[in-house]
């Protein structure tokens, strides 16, 4: 039978905030963890895109979509974790590696998609960053630079609200192929855009506190973030059981 309740958002905030109360070390141990590979990974391209070559600059853009495509395997093993922490099943930090083991291939597959996305949206600001490099000086080039980047990423947001649950979908279901893990995320996600995007407004206050703490807030706010995800990820199939896809 089809149920078209939806849990109301302060619902699910409230889950989020009590699934990280009862289980506050893992959820930070695999924060920091993540976080610590991120950080190494990102500091290789880096070096890169900090050349005055322009050449120089399109190689690290290069590594960096290669890097994020490979940190696809790893989001798909935080939302495996996190979503088993809110189903109240056992959870451990070890499964931020998991995906590894159930058809990578897949997930790779859907990760590039993404960051296809996320390059196409962004390369207006990249290209003039390159001949306009962004200086600490107030200046209309940067003000530009900025805004295509702001610009940039905002629409990256809006083309990509229907990809949400998708790592959530791979993490669950590691015999789905990609395109059936695409097409299922843009089903649950019918209808629910505009909520999930609500959701995301509405944590932007985490997001400031976590940035006036210099950063270090993140630690014990972004479990709670993901809390929420997962959360809103549940309740989307709650919504969607027997219907149609």
Known sequence: MSTDMKTPLPE???LARETIL??????????LLLFLIRINLGSVSL???ASESIGMVWVGEGLS??????????LTGRAKYFTAL???KPASVKMLFSAFRENP???LACALMLRAIEFVCTLPSFVYTIYFPIKFEASKETFLAYALLFGGYIIFLLCTLAFMPLYYILAEFSNMPASKAIRMSIWLMK???????NLMISLIPLWILGYVSLG???IWISPIIQSCYAHFYLDLLKQKQGQPQ
């Not at 009862?22 to 924060?31: I, M, R, S, Y």
């Open 65 to 74: 979509i290669a890097i994020n495509v490979f940190l696809g395997i790893l």
């Open 47 to 49: 070096l890169f895109t």
């Open 22 to 31: 009862l289980n506050t070390a893992g959820p930070v141990a695999l924060t």
């Open 86 to 88: 809110c189903e109240h």
């Open 105 to 107: 291939g897949r997930i």
């Open 12 to 14: 699910i905030r409230g």
């Open 191 to 197: 209808g629910n855009k505009t909520r999930y995007l």
């Open 216 to 218: 270090i807030g993140f």
